[in-house]
Each structure stands twice: as C-alpha cells, then as structure tokens.
T-cell receptor, first 112, second 115 residues
Framework: EAQVTQNPRYLITVTGKKLTVTCSQNMNHEYMSWYRQDPGLGLRQIYYSMNVEVTDKGDVPEGYKVSRKEKRNFPLILESPSPNQTSLYFC???????????FGPGTRLTVT | AQSVTQLDSQVPVFEEAPVELRCNYSSSVSVYLFWYVQYPNQGLQLLLKYLSGSTLVESINGFEAEFNKSQTSFHLRKPSVHISDTAEYFCAVSPVGAGSYQLTFGKGTKLSVIP
C-alpha cells in the first residue's frame, strides 16, 4: 500500500530534550515536506526537500532541522524543543510534476 | 509571495443541502490552485486541483471548484452534501514556475453536515 508513515504519532516531552520525528514514504517520491498545523492558522511549511541531500527552509524553520540522506526518509529534528513548538506535525511527499502531495497521519507533539 | 483567505472558518449545513466554501487568493504571479480535505484525526488528502485548461474542475465524490482569475477566487461547491462530507477543507496555492511545489494554505473551513 502506498503510504507516508510518521513515528511517533503522539509525543509528550519536556523543554530542551532533543527529539526526532521520523517520516518515511514507499512511493519513490522525490519531493518531501514538513508542515505544522495550529488551530486557526492552517498548515505552515517548516522545511522541504527536492531530492536526496537537497533541503530548504519553508515559512517557519526556526527551531527545526531536517536531513535527507535517503530518498524514502525525511526526519524532523527538534534539538531543543520549546512549548511554542507544541503542534500537530505532518509529513508529505510528492512525485515531481504531479502536484499531488500525500500526507502522513500526523504527529501530535506536546512540549511542557 | 502568495496568500490565501478562506472567508468562513465554520460552515454548518443540513444533509442534502447545497454548500459553497469560499476561497480567495492573492499573488503577483500565476498560480496553481488546490483543495485538500482533512477528515477527523487523519492527514490531508487532495480533493481537486486546477493547473491549466478548463476553469471548472471536479472531484470523484461530487465536489467542484471554479477558477475565476478576475476575482482571484477558487470556491468549492457541492449540490447535495452527505454526513460523510463532514471534515475540514483547506484551499491552497502554489506559484507557476520556480517554487511551484511550495503550497501556501488557507486557515481552513470546518464543514459540519447536520442530519
């Protein structure tokens, strides 16, 4: 089954404790992206990747890091999480030229 | 840069009634237009998209949207809604050309279908 998977689905952590949210797709898509969703704000892009070893900042990159060492994986790293990073995070992937992004199920992160 | 305005944050409608979810955008360049749907506790799914050609686009479950360049709008309509259409709907745009994979989303419209 074609899908985007994220782990963990739920995470409660404390301020300053480094964490990684994994994202994996099995569709051989070139493009991958991370978004955060906050009530009343819609989705905002954090980082995106056009291909392996090619990443760039989205609209709200502060406090986040990413890497793209393999085509299928695009982890999101919070090196020192803060309470304002409490949010619902979505990973997405897309085949170049299709203009249809496939979204993962989301990761709900709470930072206390 | 682009921006998207969804004029209604919540839309309640009775089952089998028609519905229109409004979307306006602002951009200095030509854009591609999208509607995504998010069912409760799920990720987003593409509902329909306008890239070029006919300004009226349709989805497989009865929704349609019309691109109106002069009014910079891409409103979503359905003539008769079902309970299963209850979800949050997001309008999004991306620029034609460089950066065309970068989506800018509106804040969403929650559609509640009342039995």
């Amino acid at each position: 089954e074609a899908q985007v998977t994220q782990n963990p689905r739920y995470l409660i952590t404390v301020t300053g404790k480094k964490l990684t949210v994994t994202c994996s797709q099995n569709m051989n898509h070139e493009y991958m992206s991370w978004y955060r969703q906050d009530p009343g704000l819609g989705l905002r892009q954090i980082y995106y990747s056009m291909n392996v070893e090619v990443t760039d900042k989205g609209d709200v990159p502060e406090g986040y890091k990413v890497s793209r060492k393999e085509k299928r994986n695009f982890p999101l790293i919070l090196e020192s999480p803060s309470p304002n990073q409490t949010s619902l995070y979505f990973c997405a992937s897309m085949e170049a030229g299709s203009y249809e992004q496939y979204f993962g199920p989301g990761t709900r992160l709470t930072v206390t | 840069a682009q921006s998207v305005t969804q004029l209604d944050s919540q839309v309640p409608v009775f089952e089998e009634a028609p519905v229109e979810l409004r979307c306006n955008y602002s951009s200095s360049v030509s854009v591609y237009l999208f509607w995504y749907v998010q069912y409760p506790n799920q990720g987003l799914q593409l509902l329909l998209k306008y890239l070029s050609g006919s300004t009226l686009v349709e989805s497989i479950n009865g929704f349609e949207a019309e691109f109106n360049k002069s009014q910079t709008s891409f409103h979503l309509r359905k003539p008769s809604v079902h309970i299963s259409d209850t979800a949050e709907y997001f309008c999004a745009v991306s620029p034609v050309g460089a950066g065309s994979y970068q989506l800018t989303f509106g804040k969403g419209t929650k559609l509640s279908v009342i039995p």
